[in-house]
């Protein structure tokens, strides 16, 4: 009886919610190893995709290179930019860094999120999520899992703000 | 108790509601954001192999955290639900209640957080809390951290906890606090990051009077230096780290010859990383030494989330099925019998490279070539960086081609060499094993995935071979089977079959399948797994 209760009780927390959420302010890693507040990645101007990854999650990497391929064609249609979080720790956050170089990620704003902070406060729990959030910050799309195609709605989405 | 646990999740629950209902208020009031997953295993009896099933053949493991955020200000709960736990997890992971809870306000220049908070100094050699769910591990703190920024120029950091151990805090204090002073930054200089860190953490528990008549130390202190810099693609890093001292038990202990109960050791590590990245190349380099560094929650306690720094296996991760049979475990010391290992030490290097498209060699589509080499050796004695017998070797090569629109290949050659004494003899368990990973595109949307995969090996139970077969429906359905199969020794079918179903931030995955005993990795830290069969329900969802 316990079981059912506390089953129940956690399928009905999730169920009110379906809001837009905004940015959070987390302090994250650049390339350099120099501290950057993720709420600065809002500039006003431009949306943007931002993918959650790791070095070892091979659907997060399929669909990182099936944005970079298609970004040429993507940026004839609107304007964007994608930010890569890496969600490595310590232990590939090194790798990861020599990965996005050999994977041609040139494109790409990549961000380490080493301890998983700004993970969490996008509540984030099974890689890959990808987000498209809007110029003022405003999270407008949410996507987990990957499989081979679903990057269209991506740029759909983009296309459809104005 | 758990009348307790109902009511504060019903509150929680009334919580929730009302701050949703208040729609276009929540701007103003701030908002509230959440994650819930179910992991579940109903268990059946497989007389082919070990498979445990527990008594109601039922495991259920369960996470709802909510957060909540009003400008600066940001507050949040973790209910958790183990209806029993999973087969495998730590055993101390019973019941269910909310085990973690925050109140935090982060300012510009500093920020306070009080309640349970995660964390790490460095590269988290000397002190992480963390959580991942994969090993059942959460190392939450509940305590109080501050921080303070001055411009770029100066982060400082300091914590007090006690660290969470299966669904109680335990009684042990950790202490301490983290400084990084940016060089480059109070320089002006634009090219170059030049930054030195340092650490100190203590760490007290108060243990038993027994324990400490056999040697046992209550309190110890640890301390890092760090050194990071950056310039034009190249990077160095390197810290070390003194961990203090602590105490392990004396296999050797007989009264008579030995007649210490506990060994007094010295905790500490050396770690460096090289990289460069440019032109299409990236390049790694790590070097590692570790000397006693486990550190754990609690002394005797033997669950695989005991520990309150983190220390992962430096070597390539796999995600193929038969890269993944013998993991290297990593060794901070090995103390089994009468056999006393202070540690490893060893390294790996990875270079990449992305083939430039309209090239000789990359073709119209261009090409990713990886290789990763990594070895490992225990320590021969305290004090010391002489290697003695080898741990771990392995040599990964792989290739990623697009070749047509509709056709991409990914290979991998992984050359692995695994010693499963942990250092206390020099036999080694050699494999040689080759992926091909094939996906075609039918349609913009419908895919096939697949992989082939074959294990040469003349030791432990010989040759495997495996499959797995995905079909694609974007952006919502997939659908696998898979099969492992040792047809060098065992003759056992290890099937999984699948289907998965997602619609925006919700995931819903359901199969069936025989899982071999064996070790689960996540971020190089490892638990081991008994074997099962049964049906599997997992469901993931944010909002």
Redesign the interface.
Known sequence: M??I???I??????I????Q??L??VKVEN?????VNTASLVDGETPMIISFWA????PCI?ELDAIN?AMPDWLDEASFRVVAISTD????S??A????????WGDFTVLFD????FM???????TP?VFVVDKSGKVV?????Y????E??LIDVIKSLK | MKRLTILTLFTLLAAVVCAAENGEEKQKKGRLTGSFETNSIYYVEDGRTTAVVPEDRFGSNNYLKLDYYHGRFAAGVQAEGYLPVLQGYPTNLTKAGLSNFYASWVDKSFSVTAGTFYDQFGSGLLFRSYEDRTLGMNSALLGARVTYNYKDILALKAIWGMPRLGMEFSNTQARGADLSFAISSLAGWKQTVLAVEGSVLNRYEAISADLKEEGGLPSSTGFSGRVNFESNGFILRAEYIDAGERHYPNGAYDGVNDPRIDLIKNGNAQLIELGYSGHGLGVNITARRLEYMDMPIVYRNTSTANALNYIPALTAQYSYLLTNLNPYIVQPSTILGSHCGPGEIGGQIDIYYNVARRTKLGGKRGMKLGLNYSTYYSLLKDRSAKADNILWQSINFTLEKQFTRKFKLNFLYSFQEYNDSHGVSPYTWKSNIFVADMLYKWTPTISTRLELQYLYSKHDNKDWMAALAEVNFAPHWSIFASDMYNHGKTKIHYYNAGVSYTKSRTRIQLSYGRNRAGVVCSGGVCRNIPAYTGANLMITTSF
């Open positions: 316990q079981k209760k506390f089953a009780l956690l399928a009905l927390a999730v009110p919610f379906m809001g959420a905004q959070p302010s390339r350099k190893g120099e501290v070095v070892t999650c091979k399929r391929d720790d310590s232990r590939f090194a790798q860094r020599a990965w996005v170089e050999g994977h041609g080493k301890n998983q902070e969490r406060a996008m509540n984030v729990s099974y999520q799309y949410s996507h987990t899992g499989t081979p195609g679903s269209q709605e």
